[in-house]
């Protein structure tokens, strides 16, 4: 079946250092994949998507890259800020159908001034 | 820009009694998608529809039922409120046409059952 693996949290980090969270599929065919990120009490919103292998995603400083050969979307940001605690969700789902997102457990993100 | 906008933010009731959730898609968009997200948990899909016809069904208890309307909204029926109920329900909408890459998401409605 289909399924996301994020490693688990929570990732703790001083702010300005660099982060990594890790995320791998199990998919039948050709996923797109997502991150997605809520802050604490609200909804989830889109950080960054890629369709197809070797694309890149980024938005605010994030950065993640369609890797078929390892199955894996690993988020990455250079300098971490307080602001960015909160809970990253890595997600896949097919294009082109009425497919739901299939999501990860979550990674809890605390930064520390 | 107009975002999925859900009804309501926050609902408390109590077990064995019923509740109704809303979910207003983007304009134009055609397919609602329900989540349940429980305390510490990630978001486990429940049902979705297209053009007002179930698209999908995931994890939805016998106990809940959905429905789309003619203006796309659709609203989240559920009966005999069980304390393990208690969670952040989310809407998502999506637009027509290939590819469907991503969904909007609404800001969800806590839902806890005392």
């Known amino acids: 079946g289909n399924s996301v693996t994020q490693m688990e949290g929570p990732v703790t980090l001083s702010e300005e250092a660099f982060l990594t969270i890790n995320c791998t599929y199990t998919a039948t065919g050709y996923p797109s994949l997502f991150w997605y990120v809520q802050y604490p009490g609200e909804g989830l919103q889109l950080l960054l998507k890629?369709?197809?292998?070797?694309d890149k995603g980024s938005n605010k400083g994030f950065e993640a890259t369609y890797r078929k050969e390892t199955t894996s979307f690993h988020l990455e940001k250079g300098s971490v800020q307080v602001s960015d605690s909160a809970v990253y969700f890595c997600a896949l789902n097919f294009s082109g159908g009425y497919n739901k997102l299939i999501f990860g457990a979550g990674t809890r993100l605390a930064v520390h001034p | 820009a107009a975002g999925v906008i859900q009804s309501p933010r926050h609902l408390i009731k109590e077990k064995r009694e019923t509740a109704t959730l809303k979910c207003y898609p983007i304009?134009?968009?055609?397919?609602v998608y329900w989540y349940q997200q429980g305390p510490g948990q990630d978001p486990q899909f429940l049902i979705s529809f297209y053009e007002k016809m179930q698209s999908d069904k995931g994890s939805i208890p016998d106990r809940f039922s959905a429905q789309q309307f003619s203006d796309y909204h659709s609203e989240l029926n559920m009966s005999s409120l069980e304390l393990g109920d208690s969670a952040l329900y989310f809407c998502?909408?999506?637009?027509?046409?290939?590819?469907?890459?991503?969904?909007?998401f609404g800001s969800g409605t806590r839902l806890t059952v005392v």
């Open positions: 998502a909408s999506s637009s027509p046409g290939p590819p469907r890459d991503g969904y909007t």
């Open positions: 304009p134009r968009h055609d397919t």
């Open positions: 890629a369709t197809k292998a070797d």
